[in-house]
């Protein structure tokens, strides 16, 4: 904006309707949003909505920090355009050829001449429009990126509750009476869960096991039978004692309390960013390979959980020919990436952030530059990279994280979701006064005795895990 600098005059000399019209509008906004977010809160809270409510938090975290840089930029503008710096070194990493600036900023070059670093005979380390474009970017980044993951969270969260007319039927024919009484003898190999997911292809080849898996992310990644045998193996394992436990009312909890961590922007995707903006240099299309990254690690995830579920049919099935009743499987976090579950969630984070910010960029670089800038590119990068984004928004909502729900509950441990809130929250302070006292009597005793409650030091770990 170094052309227009000389333009206008200070506050001193600016009508005060104008300065008044300006306040109204740019308060009246601000309100606005503070209050939508407020109302959001309060409404979430009175539905015992806590996980959404806290990843709503984030979300006015997000702002506050935004608000922040803004502030930081705004304050720190008039001391970063005086950083002057010799010419030359300007003149390398650039994200467009210097034959595009000397043809389309002649106008800022004569304006130039007169400003505080040319009167050094050198230039600004960062001019004040370059920082003014800087300031929207990040904020446009922020924006897309709460969007896209508020999106692919409603998305999927609609996808899992079609999955609810399962439990009730589920439900139904395990307290079916002449079913109780008379289990049902069961060949294996028969049986929808196994003939579907372990015969075939995946039974004759590893290879075709994982192109089966690679393929079924497409289409039906999760079936009836799917989620009947797996919801069977949780209960089995982690709550044997009560059959009529509503796993899908839990899987959706756990969704809810995983999606506050999925909002945010961490500081290792803000390091991404940066990184980004070092290597988006002239003639390399860092815009256009980056694309492929969210893609990639996308089809990645969506094939490791089909193959999951596959694994977990492999195990029923090499076991037993013939069972009474229906077959079940064993969760285990020995399926997963380096045994850890969690490892998934973070890649969906990754990809749901990777996904925002190539849309956020192309519309920064649109609004700001046009479709003739040198930082676009050509067309035939353009398309592909919308396209690309579309996919994967769209694969991650319908396919990805209902898989995700659903598959990363068979890790060998459950999560704090099990329990309501009201629960939690007990189970969270009788830890707390349990392990104080345990530490009391090893400390007067010297030993790992019981103490007089009868809360062992295992006992407690469940409670402890939760917090």
């Known amino acids: 904006m170094a052309d227009h600098e000389g333009e206008g005059t200070s506050i001193e000399f600016t009508p ?14 601000s309100l606005a949003v503070e209050r939508l977010l407020h109302y959001a809160g309060k409404k ?24 922040f840089v803004s502030l930081l930029l705004s304050v720190c503008q008039s001391r970063i355009v005086k950083i002057c710096v010799d010419e030359n070194i300007m ?19 004569k304006a130039a001449t007169v400003g505080y670093c040319a009167l050094k005979n050198k230039v600004p380390l960062l001019s004040l429009d370059a920082l003014h474009h800087l300031h929207i970017f990040i904020f446009v ?26 439990e009730t039927s589920t439900k139904e024919d395990n307290f079916n009476t002449p079913k109780v009484i008379v289990p049902k003898t069961t060949y294996v190999q028969e049986h929808d869960f196994i003939a579907k997911r372990y015969m075939g292809l995946g039974k004759r080849s590893t290879v075709l096991g994982w192109l089966k898996s690679f ?25 044997r004692g009560n059959q009529k436990f509503n796993f899908h009312k839990y899987m959706m909890r756990a ?29 390399w299309h860092t815009y256009f390979w980056i694309a492929f990254i969210p893609l ?35 969760p285990s976090d020995e399926h997963f990436w380096f045994h850890r579950p969690k490892i998934v969630r973070f890649l969906i984070h990754f990809i749901l952030f990777q996904n925002a910010f190539e849309i956020a960029f192309f519309f920064w670089i649109l609004v700001q530059f046009g479709t003739n800038s040198c930082i676009m590119g050509k067309m035939i990068y353009i398309i592909p990279r919308l396209i690309i984004g579309v996919f994967v928004q769209a694969l991650c909502g319908y396919s990805t994280l209902p898989l995700y729900a659903l598959v990363t509950q068979m890790g060998s441990n459950f999560k704090k979701s099990i329990f309501d809130e ?30 007089p409650s009868g809360a062992k030091l295992q006992d407690i770990h469940i409670a402890t895990n939760l917090q």
């Open 141 to 166: 980044l922020a924006v897309v990126h709460l969007i896209f993951s508020v999106l692919t969270v409603v998305f999927g969260g609609a996808k899992i509750s079609q999955w609810k007319q399962w």
């Open 91 to 109: 003149k390398h990493f650039l994200p467009c050829p210097l034959d595009a600036k000397e043809n389309s900023h002649t106008r800022e070059n």
């Open 422 to 451: 009201h629960i939690q929250a007990g189970l969270i302070s009788w830890a707390k006064k349990a392990k104080k006292k345990k530490g009391l009597n090893i400390t007067t005793n010297g030993s790992c005795q019981d103490d």
């Open 44 to 67: 979430l809270r009175k539905e015992g909505r806590k996980p959404l409510f806290q990843a709503l938090q984030k979300v006015k975290e997000e702002l506050m920090l935004l608000g």
């Open 215 to 239: 393929i079924k992310q497409f289409y039906g990644s999760v079936t009836e039978s799917d989620y009947v045998a797996l919801r069977l193996g949780f209960i089995m394992m982690h709550c």
């Open 296 to 330: 990639i690690l996308l089809l990645a995830v969506g094939t490791k959980l089909e193959h999951v579920i596959i694994q977990l049919a492999h195990e029923v099935a090499k076991k037993q020919a013939v069972i009474e009743g229906e077959p079940i499987v064993k």
């Open 255 to 283: 969704l809810e309390d995983d999606s506050r961590k999925v909002v945010g922007i961490s500081w290792y995707l803000w390091v991404f960013v940066i990184i980004f903006l070092l290597l988006n240099i002239d003639g």
């Open 16 to 29: 005060t309707w104008v300065v008044a019209a300006v306040c109204t509008v740019m308060i009246g906004v």
